[in-house]
Every structure is written in C-alpha cells, then in structure tokens.
C-alpha cells in the first residue's frame, strides 16, 4: 500500500511535538511537521486522506507508533472493530 504526503502549504501543516512521539528503537529523527497522507483503503479499496490533526492525535495523544499508518477507512475500522468484539 501506497501513503503519500502531501507537503503543501504552510497553513497544512501540524508542528510534530517529538517529546510525545513513540519512535520506538530507532536512528531515525522525527519530522518536524505532519501533513495530510492519502492511501486507499486495504478493505474498500476507497481513496481517503488521514490529515494532520489526525496524524497528531494518533502519535502524541494515542501513544500509536510513529512508523504506523492509517490502511483503513472509518467505515472499515468500525466494522472491525465489530468482527473483533472491540
């Protein structure tokens, strides 16, 4: 699966605070803003785009794993949740 980000204007992006980011065991230095990333979803196959705001929740509030990316819609996510009684 393909996720492309889309560095745009000023105004589209997310200052990255890296004190909250899970990077894991890593060399690799964290980026300095987040921007809208489109990908298609691994179920539907939709075309979707997770946005910064997004991303910045994901990383610095949820604790998620910087090197993860969104694969699904919310469509999707929900229905699996479902299937995995979350």
């Known amino acids: 699966m393909?996720?492309?980000?889309?560095?745009?204007?000023?105004?589209?992006?997310?200052?990255?605070?890296?004190?909250?980011?899970?990077?894991?065991?890593?060399?690799?230095?964290?980026?300095?803003?987040?921007?809208?990333?489109?990908?298609d979803c691994k179920d539907c196959g939709s075309h979707e785009i997770w946005t910064a705001s997004q991303q910045k929740w994901w990383y610095e509030e949820a604790g998620g794993y910087f090197f993860a990316v969104a694969v699904r819609c919310r469509k999707c996510r929900e229905k699996e949740r479902e299937r995995k009684g979350l």
């Open 2 to 39: 393909k996720i492309v980000r889309k560095k745009s204007k000023k105004e589209d992006r997310i200052k990255v605070d890296p004190d909250k980011l899970n990077m894991g065991n890593t060399y690799s230095s964290p980026p300095e803003y987040y921007y809208d990333a489109e990908f």
